[in-house]
């Protein structure tokens, strides 16, 4: 089992920018993906964007489209997810999630699945 924990969440102000990461307790299997999701109080949690380990493409939800950025910090044994011009609507926890794949199309599931491995959140609050 991975352990996953996420950091870089906090206050910060409509317009600014985050930097969340993903910090992994050992390497991943090059066949998993790393995925980041967020849930707002009263929602559902959504995917917004992952990827993959072995070759580092990248998919991004509709709702990530635009504004986030994933990416592997290998020095780091991380993955980053920032997100630029940030809203109050983008408040939330966020977490990452390590999913096992037999191809990239589990990537891009925005669900969340029974095998995935999940960090415990960082919070992020946006105020306007």
């Known amino acids: 089992q991975v352990q996953l924990v996420e950091s870089g969440g906090g206050s910060v102000q409509a317009g600014g920018s985050l930097n969340l990461s993903c910090f992994a307790s050992q390497y991943i299997y090059s066949g998993n993906c790393i995925l980041w999701f967020r849930q707002a109080p009263e929602k559902e949690r959504e995917g917004l964007a992952s990827i993959e380990i072995g070759g580092r493409t990248t998919h991004y939800s509709d709702s990530a489209k635009g504004r986030f950025t994933i990416s592997l910090d290998d020095g780091r044994n991380a993955v980053n997810l920032q997100i630029d011009s940030v809203r109050p609507e983008d408040s939330g926890t966020y977490y990452c999630?390590?999913?096992?794949?037999?191809?990239?199309?589990?990537?891009?599931?925005?669900?969340?699945?029974?095998?995935?491995?999940w960090g415990l959140g960082t919070q992020v609050t946006v105020s306007s």
């Open positions: 999630a390590s999913r096992g794949v037999t191809s990239s199309r589990g990537c891009a599931l925005w669900r969340p699945l029974g095998r995935d491995e």
